[in-house]
């Protein structure tokens, strides 16, 4: 009993992990890009510790834990800043 207790609570703890995101960029250019890009991904409440690199030309976030964010709301919000999106890649 204890060993399955055990195995479903390492089970649930990697489910509970938040997925790392990384999103291409296009037409980002300066601050300012940064700075609306950011906005618009804390604004979906679904992105945290987002990260927005002008060098890179991508956004980095987590997930909120139990607020998985679709494709197509992450390409969303980078449009409703302006800009479009790239590739998509996540990882756990």
Known sequence: MRITFYLLSIFLSFQALAAKVEVEVIGMTCGMCVESITKELTATE???KISVSLENKKAYLEE???KKMSDTELRAAIKKAGYETGKIIRKQ
Request: hydrophobic letters at 35%.
């Open 46 to 48: 679904k992105a945290d």
């Open 64 to 66: 909120v834990k139990g």
